[in-house]
Nanobody
């Protein structure tokens, strides 16, 4: 059974940084698009960042451009997201998701386009 496991969440102060990690078990990220989504209480799940198969295409939500960086290392099926200059509105549960992307043409950064999901990791930004 495929497992997606996130780690690295926690509490940060405004302006601080965190790095999230996403690992895959019994699944290879090598031919998959991988994305991060987040969900705050009472809000819909929203796409944050996406990296295509082989990293040729990377997309970010406007709200995180210039602050968040997604990267991947297919050798060990791991994807990271470095989050800098965190803001209180970045708080929420962050989910890693993956979907097959054999042609390097990833889907739109919408939850319904991703097949495998992790359980999420909490990020809280507060002073």
């Amino acid at each position: 059974q495929v497992q997606i496991v996130e780690s690295g969440g926690g509490l940060a102060q405004p302006g601080g940084s965190l790095r999230l990690s996403c690992a895959a078990l019994r699944f290879s990220f090598e031919n998959a698009a991988v994305a991060w989504f987040r969900q705050a209480p009472g809000k819909e799940r929203e796409g944050v960042a996406l990296v295509s198969n082989s990293g040729g295409s990377i997309n970010y939500a406007e709200s995180v451009k210039g602050r968040f960086t997604i990267s991947r290392a297919d050798a060990n099926s791991t994807v990271w997201m470095r989050m800098n200059n965190l803001k209180p509105e970045d708080s929420g549960v962050y989910y890693c998701a993956a979907t097959p992307d054999p042609d390097g043409r990833p889907p739109e950064l919408e939850p319904q386009n991703f097949y495998y999901w992790g359980q999420g990791t909490q990020v809280s930004v507060s002073s």
